[in-house]
């Protein structure tokens, strides 16, 4: 079983920057993929950027450019670092761990959420 916790989010000023983190801990062997998904008022969710173990990274080309995925083995933690954030940005930013290990299976999850709002 895998619990994410995000923060980072909030409000700032087009331009700007945020980082968001999210923190994986539980009972698993390994997570193999890491990611962030946003998802804006009457829009679907989407992809904005993932990880995966050996630092492959892939990202939307929306975000192409301005925001840059890490992660951190030792903590569990995956990072989005946003930069030159435009107000189409503004979501709830959703941290996913995929392909997690947990024992002879392999499970999928989902953090609760957190909101960026990018306005002047």
């Known amino acids: 079983q895998v619990q994410l916790v995000e923060s980072g989010g909030g409000l700032v000023q087009p331009g700007g920057s945020l980082r968001l983190s999210c923190a994986a801990s539980?009972?698993?062997?390994?997570?193999?993929?890491m990611g962030w998904y946003r998802q804006a008022p009457g829009k679907q969710r989407e992809l904005v950027a993932r990880i995966i173990s050996g630092g492959y990274t892939n990202y939307a080309d929306s975000v192409k450019g301005r925001f840059t995925i890490s992660r951190d083995n030792a903590k569990n933690t995956v990072y989005l670092q946003m930069n030159s954030l435009k107000p189409e940005d503004t979501a709830v930013y959703y941290c996913?761990?995929?392909?997690?290990?947990?024992?002879?299976?392999?499970?999928?999850?989902w953090g609760q959420g957190t909101q960026v709002t990018v306005s002047s």
């Open positions: 996913n761990a995929d392909r997690v290990q947990l024992g002879s299976r392999f499970q999928n999850y």
């Open positions: 539980g009972n698993f062997f390994s997570i193999n993929v």
